[in-house]
């Protein structure tokens, strides 16, 4: 899916919009989610500067494409469209790690607390946030200029994946690479990026190893895959000496001596000026000028 969503958009973003289209089209029927990968696709082929009719033109004429294709592939077996619409039926409830779901289980927690009605207003909250990303989407469709039509397509993908309620740790594979060809500067978002793919490779071999049935050991296997992914990444972090400064400037000792050094330097500037109030309060009961 994610390959045929790639080679798509890079075929239209070297003009060649109908294979684009066609690829992205096929990954449509793996996936449903890359269907809102179209949009962008018809703004790379309305062109630059073009007028919003233009625009609109484009915009259906990929859909009817895309659309028309998905019912013939149904034809063979009668199916018309229909085995879209049974692949696009979303999984109910949500996951704990997605934000939406961890929000929502805080706020359900409070609103219990405070005697409000916790679960109606945590589902509010999730489906507030699917409907946002659906207005960013819109937003980056419309608004935006036409030389950064990847990236605002790759963010637009990236609203849908992470405010939606159900997360698994594949799915950030979706957007990735849209993110790296238009680029992730070397601050603050790639070391978000670290942090993400972290966790979900940490939550991935905790949780989504279906081999527990399989295996025999003293201890429960499931806790033993996530210590050892947690002892790996303190490894990476902290003693590898290729990877550990990716994310934390220094090393380990060093940092530690810094924030020692702060400290020593913090404590005396406060007993300076607790002397400097305790002088000065001395000298005004004297009666002089301090």
């Known amino acids: ?3 045929l969503a790639v080679a798509g958009v890079y075929l239209a973003a070297t003009r060649r919009y109908l294979l684009g289209i066609l690829l992205v089209t096929a990954s449509v029927g793996i996936k449903p989610i890359t269907v809102l990968l179209l949009p962008f696709i018809g703004v790379m082929w309305a062109g630059p500067s073009a007028s919003w009719p233009r625009k ?20 063979p077996y009668n199916l018309g469209i229909g085995w879209t619409w049974a692949i696009m039926d979303p999984t109910p409830g949500y996951t704990g790690y997605s934000p939406s779901g961890f929000i929502g289980q805080q706020v359900e927690m409070l609103a219990n607390a405070l005697g409000l009605p916790g679960g109606t207003l945590a589902t509010w909250l999730r489906t507030a946030m699917k409907w946002a990303a659906i207005v960013l989407v819109l937003l980056l469709m ?40 238009t680029g992730i500067r070397d601050d603050w978002q790639i070391r978000s990026l670290y942090v993400c793919v972290t966790f979900f490779v940490v939550f991935g071999a905790q949780d989504q190893l279906s081999v527990w049935s399989f295996v025999e050991l003293p201890i429960d296997a499931s806790s033993l895959a996530f210590f050892t992914a947690l002892a790996f990444t303190f490894y990476l972090l902290v003693l590898d000496v290729h990877t550990r400064k990716l994310l934390i400037e220094g090393r ?18 406060r007993q300076a000026g607790a002397a400097a ?10 009666g002089e000028t301090p």
């Open 142 to 181: 419309f608004r935006g200029d036409y030389s950064r039509a990847v990236r605002r397509m790759a963010l637009a993908f990236t609203a849908v994946v992470m405010l939606s309620p159900i997360i698994q740790p594949w799915y950030i594979l979706w957007f990735l690479p849209f993110l790296a060809v």
């Open 1 to 3: 899916m994610v390959g």
């Open 252 to 269: 380990p000792l060093d940092l530690g001596r810094r924030g020692w050094q702060w400290a020593v330097e913090r404590r005396a500037a």
């Open 277 to 286: 109030r305790h002088t000065d309060t001395a000298a005004v009961e004297r």
């Open 56 to 75: 609109f033109l484009m915009w259906g004429a990929t859909a009817g494409i895309s659309f028309g294709v998905l019912a013939l592939s149904g034809i």
